[in-house]
């Protein structure tokens, strides 16, 4: 299984490669274009330039979105059916979308995500445009709607709404024919103009065939200008334009993760037949390596992209509920790994939450969410830093990384690329964990840093890493120490706009 779902992926990296059709819109232009003249070092600069369109920052600072895998699988005890499923199979007994909505909103999650219909087909919601969907179950006497009863749960704890939307429809008739774009437009308009506002569309790659043994070519294109329309606040993931798919399940990102990436192919002659103002690129090259972005990455590129990473897995080992694996719910701990290394490593976390057959989160998965929350309130309740007396021979506004507004940030002067910033911690302080936060909507910039203490005679290195983007978190040994030291060289002018020094329970 896992083998297949890892294929789907390479599918949705291989359509990133060869095919990805991108839009932007003309006021926020979240990508460019690298001239023939353009010499290494402009390309650099227009890197460090380019910025996160508005729907792009507001997602990218949400940090912590979930996943509600529920469907036909959650009562066959599959992980993808086949569409062959009876509906009268899918019958909760206890159906709280408040509740799955509530345990995300307690773990600290801004946003949600549920699965309205998955390859098999069977829709969540009672489309008009299939039999194979809750009206025809037996809950709530085929009167049911699940996509409604979590976009009402939405509205009511104030948690951002989002719907995944399977392309590959394994029930469907028309699927591998040109009607069924149609179809799949039909579909996504009634999500886009039933429940309110939608603020994330998630698309996957996987791509079979159809009853007539074609395989279907999905009009990318089109969808995107729907959403575009209908939802124009909503991101589109991971085979879309906004959001980029990490390129590992395992909920681990990449050390080095630059936001902006190649976009080769970007022509700005070629205006699609939707909209004036959207252009076509094609994002080129490997999604999957461990840098996309570095200056030998994008060195040979003819456009850039803002195209910022999401780090999706789930809390149990499949995507959805088996009672079977009650016991093998992730622990806090392991949560909180993987949220160093997505949220700490410049990307959105992504965690799935499947409910039960009942319709209700269950025990096991509530316990492992409260303790993660414990784990991360406990870390990051202090800032050791906090008070500490800032000093950099060429910074401006030294003291804003130790604020809480992200809007304040401290920048170098002139043209210096690199700077070192020392803060005086005004009594002796223990610490394990730093926080270091960019402020992206000026750009992504920082390429290298290195945090030193000084030990009473000399400074000595405490930990070191290469790009920071929206946040970077780093734990080492706990280390007391009365000075630190912050040396950063970036692409341009440097901003940090949080600094943090915190100690782990
Ligand atoms: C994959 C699907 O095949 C899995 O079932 C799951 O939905 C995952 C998030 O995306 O492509």
Known sequence: M???????YLQLSIFAIASGACFAQKTEKNHLIIKPTDTPKDIVHKAAMLKPSARQLRWQQLELTCFFHYGMNTFTGKEWGDGSENPQLFNPTALDAEQWVHTAKDAGIKQVIITAKHHDGFCLWPSKYTEHSVKNSPWKG????????????????????GIYLSPWDRNSPLYGTDAYNDYFVNQLTELLTQYGRVDEVWFDGANGEGPNGKKQVYDFNKWYALIRKLQPGAVIAVMGPDVRWVGTESGHGRETEWSVVPANNLDQNVITKDSQHDKIFKPEGDMRGSDLGGRDKIKNATGLVWFPAETDVSIRPGWFYHAAE????KSPEKLLDIYYNSV?????????IPPDKKGLVSGADIKALQGWKKLRDETFKTNLARNATVQCVNGLRLNTMLDDDYQTYFTTSGKDTSTTITLNLKGKKSFDVLLLQENI????RVEKFTLECWDGKAWVKITEGTTIGYKRLLRFPAIATTKVRLSLSARLN???????LYKQP
């Open 344 to 352: 700490g490593m410049n990307s959105v976390l992504l965690l799935n």
């Open 441 to 444: 909507s000026i750009g992504q």
């Open 142 to 161: 085929g009167k049911g709607d699940v996509v409604k009863e979590v976009a009402d749960a939405c509205k009511k704890y104030k948690m951002g709404f």
């Open 494 to 500: 440097p901003t940090i706009a949080a600094f943090g």
């Open 2 to 8: 896992k083998i297949k779902i890892y294929s789907i």
């Open 326 to 329: 009650d016991d093998k719910v």
